[in-house]
Every structure is written in structure tokens, then in C-alpha cells.
């Protein structure tokens, strides 16, 4: 008789996963009916920058926790859009194609469909139909649409502006693209240049991008971010008049309304103190500043000018928040509006052209950095705060005063409170025509020029008889011309000039030779409205379609990083509010729902490669599968807070996939369901349901998990109602298993085509309790009763129970029973 050779455990991943994705692709599955679908549900991810290196797994963890809420929208009974693409411009792309000598139009192409490979083994629900390349003309041709649509509203514009060059990128960067003073691409620190650079207005919008924001279902980090960066301030802008130079510069104090002796020029500040006017004892422009030369006096020329050459060099970040203090006198003096005082007129390079009016009112007794600037340059301090206990004569010490108080040393003002203050001072100013009440953005002007070439062209034409011209509409895409010599040079002119036959051109309305623009557009110009493309891509005679966009728009829930949280995110939102401004889309907000996830390390450690604890998808792929990978980076931890991957952790999510295959493979079709599992079942239906739309997946798989343990307890044969809809629940967690178990039993329609199962909450009431044995005063466990158990029955319960029954000596003295909570045993 030969040995009977038993079944292997478990199932084969490689086998399984590979045959759906087949199946998925043959039947279409995954594509969305935009035209007809009923209940749109519009799942939205971050789409990837495609890396040489392929698809991390940030990435993945990212896409996974989109794809298993995409997923069970779909088993909700929506039909579900879910996309996805490639953010395939920028500088990321460009500098690795010069490091290994490939041309970036050669490499992208070859790095995107490595991603296509990596994306289709992680078993996503993606349309690819519907899929974008912003290095496509056919989309950078509307990316250059948008563009136009803001110029043809006055919301682009050309200027010559101090901004952040990285001397290694050669490039400007964002005050957004600055970290700690050096450029977030690459690290090296970051330099300021005065260049003509293309803007986009979006410091117009500031007000509506922050209100909007106390009416958004966002991660409360992301709307804060973004408060922060837009930062309203609401003050006064001051008007300091400036003493003519001819003026008797011993003088201490002269009036305000000589006119004669100040010229008429003003010094404009805004400060959100104007009820620290009487404290201002100097002022300080940024070097920048357009009055610098003029005030400037002849004796200080030449250190005026060495100092200005020393800012330049510096980045506009780092100034802002570097602590040591240098400055230079410019020699001339303002008359403080408030005081009548003569004042000193400084430059220093903590002050930005950037914020505000590029000058401020140095109020050394209630600023820090002033009065660390007037202590180092032995200028008046005086205190005209008082917190409690203070006077007007109390010293001020090693430090600026900067809490709450009266107003000392204010003249008419003495006595009041801050807030009060402010708003007198502020009214009386104006009505001496020294000071309005306005209020003020932190946010400024968005810097799409790039010295690059690896971007899409500005649309502008510039002529010597129009001038500035915009290509026309008929006449998009401006190519990217395909150029051997794309490596850029510190000259702050964009490779693109150097190519002759594409540098001049035809002007659009006169037809004479003229000049194309040479910059390129920033890479998050191309993200800023590719949410938009999505639901019309085939349709090359348009951006978006408008019936489509009704349809399917603004996006249901969107995924992505924090990091995005004051560019991509802030950024999109602006272009979204320009369109509708122009009559091209009917919402101004484009995702209704957005949540930030968390970030994974390893071994309690950030990933990098110089560490070696990089996660590489694709070997845990081969050796566990797809729907292990995926399951066990959702039992991480909280998605919207990420988690520590340990290569020890993944085992025990292939072990339940196993169980949940065997579980179907061996079931008893004709088996009752016993009471208790379905009881069960029906708590983790309804946990499950509650946890995932909350993206609270590891507790979700956490109670699959508990419900596997009674499923299969004792190693039962479970009965075919109490593990179908377990199938159901892990689906969108490990999507290929779920297919095959589905077909398993018996279905001929993907489980993608069920419906999420329902609970029965009558059956979530259990005939059983749970009773607390208090043995001589002290808790000693609980046993498992009916619910309308008596005393004695309890107590028979008690005494059977061995870790409670052994303090149960002898005839108990006496028994009290607390009905539904308590048995108390008296020895």
C-alpha cells in the first residue's frame, strides 16, 4: 500500500498572483466606465516621480492604503475611478540622466516602464487606460494651456526679483524648495541671485486659500501647514518720512510736519505692533531695497556696498532665521511719526524684500532679533510694555520684553492694554496720515521659472516690435526639442538657448523674427492640475472635458504626503481656484477629502541606502507574494502615522493567508454555522467596516486575524457562512487571494463585483457573559456564564474554573451575586 503524500500548506503567491493580474488585464476589470458609471467614487494617489532606482516602498505604502480604500468603495457599490501616472519632469530626473550620461528623453521612458512593471505586481486597482506622463507633449501641451489661462488673466507676469539659486542644481528654487538654507533636492546650500523670472500671483489668493481651509476635510497637520505658510497678519502699514540729507543731522529731535526738510519721501513698514511705535528708535531695510542707494550718503557708500555684495550671496531662508546679527548704517535718518524723533536708517539681511515691505520699525525693548541687533550696534533700546509688576522704569535687562502689558512711555497712550492700544494707535496714526490698518500674507509670489531643460517650454514669444507675446492656443505644444547639450551652467540662462534652430521663431502676431522663452516651467506646475486630465485623457482637443469633469470632480479622496503639504497640495489648489475664476470648472477646491499618511523605517531607523535598510519591494514580492507585502505594510501601524518594518513581522501575515486558504479549500458545505462563530463574524464585519474608511488598517487586519483564531480554533473545519464573507474582508487588503478563493467558491464574478457583507446586530447580543469572581475581597478572574445565570450555578462556575476555584476553600461563608457583573465569595 503506498503512503498517502499530504497536501502542502498553504498556497503558492507567484502562481495565484501572476494569473489574476492576467485575468484582470484580459476582462478589464479595472477599467472605469466614466461615461455611464453610476456613484462615482473618484481615488485619488500621489502620482510617482519615476526613479532610476524603481519603486520603494514609501511608494508602495502609499498606493496600498489608496488602493484598499479605492476597493472597498467598490464593494460599497460605487463605481470607482482609481488612476494613476508619472511625474516625470524636474530636476530629479535630469541630474541623474547627466551623472550617467544617458539622455533624460532615453532614460525616463526606460525608468517608467520599470514602474509599470513594479505597479502591476503590487496588485493595484488602476485604470492604466486613463494613465498620464507629464513628459508627454500630449499632456505638457495643456500644461502650457494653463499657463496661458493665467496670464490671459493677469496672473503671470515677468520681473526681475531676488531669488534662490543652487549654485549645484543651477537653478532658482522656491522659498518652498529650501530647507535649513540649502536646496531640498540636493543639499547644497543655497545662494541669492537677482534674475528675471516668470511668477505666478498666488499672493492675490491668499485669503481665500486660508478661509477655505476651515471648511476642508483634510489631515488637521496638512490644513495647518498650510496656515502656517500662508500666515495672515493683521496690523498697520506705518510711513516713516525721511529727513532730507541737507538736514541738521545733530539735531535730537525735529517735527514731523516739516515737510520741507524731509522731501516727501516715505519709508513704508508693516508691523502687526503698531502699539510699539513710541519704541521705535531705528529702522532697517533690507538690502534689496529700492531706497538703499538713495539714502545712502557718501561717507557710507563703500561699506553699504561691500555689505550688499555679502547679502546677495546668501539665501533668502537662512537669512531669515540665521541669529547672528550684522548690519551696516546707511547714514541717513527718518522721523518717527508717532515720537517726532530722529532715527537712524540701517540695512541688515534679516530683513527681506520677500515680507512685508522689505523695511521694518526696529523696536529693540519687545524684539528679540531687534534687540540683539541694537545691543551688537549700541542703539537706543526703550521699554514702552509693561507686563505686571513692571513700570516704565523698570530695566529691561539682557532681553527683550515680549509678553502682554500696559503701554508705558506712550505719550497719550499710557496705560492701555496691548490689544486696546493697537487699535487706538493704529486710528490715530491715520488720522495724522502716518498709517492705515491693513492686513498681511506670509505667502508670496509662486517662481515657476527654471534654468533647466528638462521641463516643459513657457509659452512666450518675446518680440522687438509686440514685445511680450503668448504662443497661441492653436499653436501647442511647444516642443521640447530633443538637444545633446542639456547639461545647464551657472550663467542662469537655460540650456535651451544654446539651440538656435529652436531659440528663434516666427512671432505669433507680426511674423518677424523673434525669441522663444528659454526657461522651462516648474515640475509642480505639471502636478498642479493633473487631477484634472485624468477622467478626459484621450481627449486631445481638450484639457478636461467639462460634462466629465462634472461628473467625476472634484476628487473624491485623495492620498498622498505631508510633505507635499505647502507645494504640490497648496499649489493645486490655487490653479484649481484660477480655472473656476475663468469659467472652466464649477468647484474651486479639487479634493474633498484629503489624508496624509505616515512614513515607514526600518529597524527603527529612517531608510537610506548608505544605512543598507532599504526595502526593495520587488525581493519581498518574489519570496511572499504581492497580498502578504501589501497586508503586512497596512499591520505596520496606523496608515496616517506609519510604522516600523521588521523582516520578522511579514510571516505571520502569510500564516493567515494560509489558514484563510485552507479554511475555503477544506470547508464543510453542509455544515451548520455554529452560533458563537457567527457571533463573531459579525463583530469583525462590523469592525472591519468601521476601521477601514477610518484608514485605521492595522486594527482592521487585527480583528480578521482574532476572528481566524475562533474560526479555525481547535483546527475546526469551518462551515462555508462562516468563511465566505471573511474573503469579502480581506479582499481589499490582499486582492489576488481573495479572486481565487472567490472563484473557489463557486462564484463566476470577481469579489470586486460583490457587495460588502452586512452584519446582523441582533446577533452581535450574546446569551453569555462575561462575570468577575472577587475571592476574599480580591479579583481572582472572570469565567464565561449565561446571562441570566443564578447563584449557585455561578458558583459551580467559579469553583470549575482552576485559576479561581483553588482560592475557593471549604464552604464559602457567603455568596453575593451582582447580577450581569459581580460574583463576591466570602471564605
Not at 524603481?54 to 475611478?81: E, M, S
Not at 540650456?495 to 522663452?517: F, I, N, S, V
Not at 523605517?601 to 525581493?619: F, H, Q, W
Request: glycine content about 8%; overall charge negative; charged content about 25%.
Amino acid at each position: 500500500m503506498t503512503a498517502s503524500v499530504p497536501e502542502p500548506i498553504g498556497y503558492d503567491p507567484t502562481a495565484i498572483e501572476a494569473r489574476w493580474r492576467e485575468r484582470w488585464a484580459e476582462r478589464g476589470t479595472h477599467r472605469t466606465d466614466i461615461a455611464h458609471g453610476e456613484r462615482p467614487f473618484y481615488a485619488l494617489m500621489m502620482f510617482p516621480y519615476p526613479s532610476a532606482e524603481g519603486l520603494h516602498v514609501g511608494n508602495l505604502f502609499a498606493f496600498t492604503g489608496c488602493d484598499i480604500y479605492a476597493r472597498f468603495q467598490r464593494l460599497q457599490g460605487h463605481t470607482v475611478f482609481e488612476p494613476l501616472g508619472y511625474d516625470a519632469f524636474g530636476i530629479h530626473s535630469e541630474n541623474f540622466a547627466l551623472k550617467v550620461g544617458r539622455h533624460p528623453m532615453e532614460l525616463i521612458p526606460s525608468n517608467i516602464r520599470n514602474f509599470r512593471r513594479q505597479l502591476d505586481r503590487a496588485g493595484l486597482m488602476v485604470d492604466w487606460s486613463k494613465s498620464v506622463d507629464t513628459t508627454d507633449p500630449n499632456y505638457y501641451k495643456w500644461t502650457q494651456w494653463v499657463f496661458l489661462q493665467l496670464y490671459k488673466q493677469g496672473l503671470a507676469y515677468k520681473k526681475a526679483a531676488a531669488v534662490n539659486w543652487c549654485p549645484s542644481c543651477k537653478t532658482v528654487l522656491a522659498n518652498e524648495q529650501v530647507e535649513g538654507g540649502a536646496c531640498e533636492r540636493c543639499g547644497t546650500m543655497v545662494e541669492q541671485r537677482f534674475l528675471e523670472q516668470w511668477f505666478f500671483n498666488i499672493s492675490k489668493y491668499a485669503p481665500r486659500l486660508l478661509e477655505n481651509l476651515d471648511t476642508l476635510d483634510w489631515s488637521a497637520t496638512t490644513k495647518q501647514a498650510q496656515r502656517n505658510w500662508i500666515g495672515r497678519s493683521d496690523g498697520a502699514r506705518l510711513r516713516f518720512p525721511v529727513l532730507d540729507p541737507l538736514a541738521d543731522a545733530g539735531s535730537s529731535a525735529v517735527s514731523v510736519t516739516a515737510e520741507v526738510r524731509t522731501g516727501g519721501t516715505t519709508i513704508e513698514v508693516f508691523t502687526t505692533r503698531p502699539d510699539t511705535i513710541f519704541g521705535a528708535t531705528y529702522l532697517v531695510l533690507a538690502p534689496e531695497h529700492p531706497l538703499v542707494d538713495a539714502l545712502t550718503t557718501p561717507m557710507q557708500d563703500g561699506a553699504v556696498r561691500a555689505y550688499r555684495a555679502r547679502a546677495a550671496k546668501q539665501d533668502l531662508v537662512s537669512r531669515k532665521t540665521s541669529k547672528e546679527k550684522t548690519g551696516e548704517f546707511t547714514g541717513s535718518y527718518a522721523v518717527n511719526p508717532a515720537t517726532g524723533e530722529m532715527i537712524p536708517i540701517w540695512i541688515a539681511d534679516y530683513v527681506l524684500m520677500e515680507y512685508g515691505t522689505g523695511a521694518i520699525m526696529a523696536v529693540p525693548g519687545h524684539d528679540e532679533r531687534d534687540f540683539e541687533f541694537a545691543t551688537k550696534f549700541e542703539l537706543p533700546i526703550v521699554r514702552v510694555v509693561a507686563g505686571e509688576g513692571q513700570t516704565a522704569k523698570t530695566p529691561l535687562g539682557e532681553a527683550a520684553y515680549v509678553g502682554d502689558g500696559v503701554l508705558v512711555n506712550s505719550g497719550q497712550f499710557d496705560g492701555l492694554s496691548v490689544d486696546e492700544a493697537k487699535v487706538k494707535v493704529t486710528a490715530w496714526l491715520a488720522s495724522r496720515h502716518a498709517g492705515d490698518a491693513v492686513t498681511n500674507y506670509r505667502l508670496h509670489d509662486w517662481c515657476i521659472s527654471r534654468q533647466r531643460y528638462w521641463g516643459p517650454p513657457i509659452p512666450i514669444v518675446y518680440c522687438d516690435s509686440c514685445g511680450t507675446v503668448p504662443v497661441p492656443e492653436s499653436q501647442l505644444p511647444v516642443l521640447l526639442p530633443n538637444i545633446p547639450d542639456f547639461k545647464p551652467d551657472d550663467s542662469g540662462i537655460s540650456p535651451l538657448a544654446r539651440h538656435e534652430e529652436w531659440y528663434h521663431t516666427p512671432c505669433p502676431q507680426c511674423g518677424k523674427q523673434a525669441r522663444r522663452e528659454t526657461d522651462v516651467s516648474d515640475t509642480f506646475l505639471d502636478s498642479a492640475w493633473y487631477f484634472l486630465r485624468y477622467p478626459s485623457v484621450g481627449r486631445d482637443d481638450i484639457a478636461f472635458d467639462a460634462a466629465t469633469t462634472k461628473k467625476w470632480l472634484p476628487v473624491t479622496t485623495y492620498i498622498g504626503g505631508n510633505e507635499h503639504a505647502v507645494l504640490h497640495l497648496l499649489y493645486s489648489r490655487f490653479i484649481t481656484m484660477v480655472l473656476h475664476d475663468g469659467g472652466l470648472l464649477d468647484f474651486e477646491e479639487p479634493f474633498t477629502k484629503f489624508r496624509a499618511h505616515g512614513l515607514i523605517i526600518r529597524e527603527g531607523a529612517k531608510m537610506s541606502k548608505s544605512r543598507g535598510n532599504v526595502v526593495n519591494p520587488d525581493e519581498y514580492i518574489d519570496k511572499w507574494g504581492a497580498d502578504s507585502f501589501r497586508t503586512y505594510l497596512m499591520f505596520l501601524g496606523p496608515f496616517e502615522e506609519g510604522g516600523d518594518f521588521r523582516d520578522s513581522g511579514i510571516s505571520g501575515v502569510k500564516r493567515f493567508l494560509d489558514r484563510l486558504w485552507i479554511a475555503v479549500r477544506d470547508r464543510d458545505e453542509s455544515a451548520a454555522a455554529d452560533a458563537e462563530v457567527m457571533r463573531k463574524l459579525q463583530a469583525t464585519i462590523k469592525k472591519v467596516g468601521e476601521d477601514v474608511p477610518a484608514l485605521s488598517y492595522n486594527t482592521a487586519i487585527a480583528a480578521m486575524m482574532e476572528y481566524m483564531n475562533v474560526l479555525r480554533k481547535g483546527e475546526r473545519t469551518p462551515a462555508r457562512a462562516e468563511v465566505e464573507p471573511l474573503v469579502q474582508l480581506v479582499a481589499p487588503f490582499a486582492p489576488h487571494i481573495a479572486e481565487e478563493l472567490w472563484a473557489m467558491l463557486g462564484h463566476a464574478t470577481s469579489v470586486f463585483d460583490s457587495r460588502w457583507p452586512t452584519f446582523d446586530a441582533s446577533l452581535l447580543v450574546s446569551d453569555e457573559i462575561e462575570l468577575v469572581v472577587q475571592v476574599g475581597g480580591k479579583t481572582r478572574g472572570k469565567v464565561l456564564v449565561p446571562k441570566d445565570v443564578t447563584q449557585d450555578a455561578a458558583l459551580a462556575a467559579a469553583k470549575a474554573d482552576p485559576a479561581i476555584g483553588k482560592f475557593i476553600t471549604g464552604e464559602p461563608k457567603k455568596v453575593i451575586l451582582v447580577p450581569g457583573r459581580l460574583l463576591n465569595v466570602v471564605v
